[in-house]
């Protein structure tokens, strides 16, 4: 994925836009602008000679994100869009930058996206499985706009030229931290600290969703590749970020007898629940070995930089978007942390 770096093209848009005003995106002209599409075609590719200083573009990025920096999912998104943007010499703080946060899966998230559409943004990102059905709206009225749903699943079926889907095979990640866990067992059962009946292991889940079900069990499988005996019991959350109620699990977990806790859920709670009952934990999005050191394995996490470079690779070259992308830990999109 990485490989058109060496020979990075500059991105300029045949556009006819507004001029870009400032990042509220309230302009004069918006209201009239209202149902009129903006072009976001016509990416003309040209020769890059390696040197970024006064590389500038003309296309202007949308962001809509469920949570902020503090919360690990929403970060990992973040740092990979603004990895993929320094590459190309776009300034992620600049003017043709325009981000949304903590918006969440409500008819606001489809406000955010019209605004940002007439502002002049030229490509849309949303990062989170409910703001789909809000990003495929805005999509159907602005047919020149690309908009892009991550972790979503509608892309192939909406009809749309303009919508597409992006998520990573994170389970082979959470199958090798699986492994890591049930290496963790054996450790405990060959020094006599636990029995093979008491290889009992714990997860915080967020919605019982395909996507949270083929992650934990692929983790689940991965843990019994090395201790067969080991059992593991899930808990459910309702939300994608909710710190007291994941900690809430993670205890119940606990409490239970739990030797060790792995999640899909964004907060650290679960992490530092583990340490305060002295479990193991395997975490997600972030390297929890700072917040809980005595209980972090390691983690699995998406680098989503893969994914933000393949799109402004095909915007430079001309190229369609996949309408339903994704890539594993073989090219660098899903990763264990040390």
Not at 130 to 137: C, E, I, K, N, T
């Amino acid at each position: 994925m990485k490989k058109f770096l060496a020979t990075i093209l500059a991105l300029v848009m045949v556009l006819s836009l507004v001029a870009c005003g400032d990042n509220s995106g309230t302009t004069e002209s918006k209201e009239a602008a209202e149902n009129t599409p903006v072009a976001a075609k016509g990416v003309e590719a040209v020769a890059f000679d390696g040197d970024k200083t006064g590389l500038n573009t003309n296309i202007k990025i949308g962001v809509v994100l469920i949570g902020d920096e503090t919360e690990g999912y929403t970060a990992a998104h973040m740092n990979g869009l603004k990895e993929a943007m320094t590459t190309l010499g776009i300034d992620p703080a600049g003017p043709n930058v325009m981000w949304a946060y903590m918006i969440p899966e409500q008819e606001v998230c489809y406000d955010k996206c019209k605004e940002f559409a007439n502002a002049g943004c030229s490509i849309i990102f949303t990062n989170s499985y409910g703001h789909q059905s809000y990003a495929q709206q805005a999509a159907s009225e602005f047919p020149n706009v690309q908009f892009v749903s991550m972790t979503g699943d509608t892309a192939k079926t909406a009809g749309l030229d303009n919508f597409a889907n992006a998520f990573t095979d994170i389970y082979q990640a959470r199958y090798v931290s699986g492994v890591v866990a049930g290496m963790k067992i054996k450790e405990l059962i060959d020094s006599g600290k636990i029995t093979a009946d008491q290889a009992k292991i714990g997860y915080v889940g967020a919605f019982p969703f395909a996507e949270v079900i083929s992650g934990f069990t692929a983790f689940y499988l991965g843990a019994r590749s090395i201790v067969p005996e080991v059992t593991m019991t899930v808990k459910y959350v309702s939300s994608w970020s909710d710190a007291t109620a994941e900690g809430n699990a993670a205890q119940a977990l606990c409490d239970e007898g739990c030797v060790l806790i792995s999640q899909h859920s964004d907060n650290t709670t679960p992490a530092t629940v583990a340490q305060q009952n002295g479990v193991f934990h395997v975490g997600y999005n972030n390297d929890m070995t700072g917040i809980a050191p005595e209980a972090s394995l390691l983690s699995s996490r998406i680098d989503w930089s893969v994914y933000f470079e393949y799109v402004f690779d095909c915007l430079v070259n001309g190229e369609t978007i996949a309408k339903d992308w994704t890539a594993g830990m073989k090219d660098g999109a899903v990763v264990v942390t040390e």
